[in-house]
């Protein structure tokens, strides 16, 4: 993987991990699909994104209460 796409994944993370704690919205299941994608694109293990993912399903499960 070249620097420039180290970097681009770098900043897509850290901006789906903000996205996922300041989420307010109803459709958290398009959040989530575009979360899991980029963890499916990334070569190397994403820290971001898995709290991302976290974050999302965990408003996901206390919403359904």
Do not use: P
Not at 5 to 15: I, L, R, T, V
Not at 20 to 44: V, Y
Not at 53 to 65: G, I, L, P, Y
């Amino acid at each position: 993987m070249s620097s420039k796409d180290q970097a681009e994944n770098k900043y897509n993370s850290e901006e789906l991990l903000k996205r996922a704690h300041k989420f307010k919205g109803e459709n958290f299941e398009e959040l989530l699909k575009e979360i899991e994608e980029a963890i499916e694109k990334s070569e190397e293990r994403d820290e971001k994104l898995l709290r991302a993912k976290k974050a999302v399903t965990a408003r996901m499960a206390s919403r359904e209460k």
